[in-house]
Nanobody, 124 residues
Framework: QVQLVESGGGLVQPGGSLRLSCAASGLTFSRNTMAWFRQAPGKERAFVAA????????VYADSVKGRFTISRDIAKSSVYLQMNSLKPEDTGVYYC?????????????????WGQGTQVTVSS
């Protein structure tokens, strides 16, 4: 019973910051990729960032490079997304996901498990 639970979403003004958390259970982490995707209304689910659980290597979408940071806490079995300098176009439902390999893929179909999503709204 794999479970991914996101938290930390909310309403923030442009230029503000938000930190998302994803608590994972039921996974064997050593060979996993953990990732964040986001989806705006009427749009396809889009890659945001990924992290290799064992190696702590990270990859980001071009649209968030320099603004977002993905990290993991082994003891807490959690991944995080620190979002700074937020823009209105960052608005959407953010999903935590897990792949049972170190693929580091940017394609949603490569991921096996998904959280329920947390809403992020960037607006003045």
């Amino acid at each position: 019973q794999v479970q991914l639970v996101e938290s930390g979403g909310g309403l923030v003004q442009p230029g503000g910051s938000l930190r998302l958390s994803c608590a994972a259970s039921g996974l064997t982490f050593s060979r996993n990729t953990m990732a964040w995707f986001r989806q705006a209304p009427g749009k396809e689910r889009a890659f945001v960032a990924a992290i290799s659980w064992s190696a702590n290597t990270r990859v980001y979408a071009d649209s968030v490079k320099g603004r977002f940071t993905i990290s993991r806490d082994i003891a807490k079995s959690s991944v995080y997304l620190q979002m700074n300098s937020l823009k209105p176009e960052d608005t959407g439902v953010y999903y935590c996901s897990a792949a049972t390999s170190a693929t580091m893929s940017q394609r949603a179909e490569q991921y096996d498990y998904w959280g329920q999503g947390t809403q992020v709204t960037v607006s003045s």
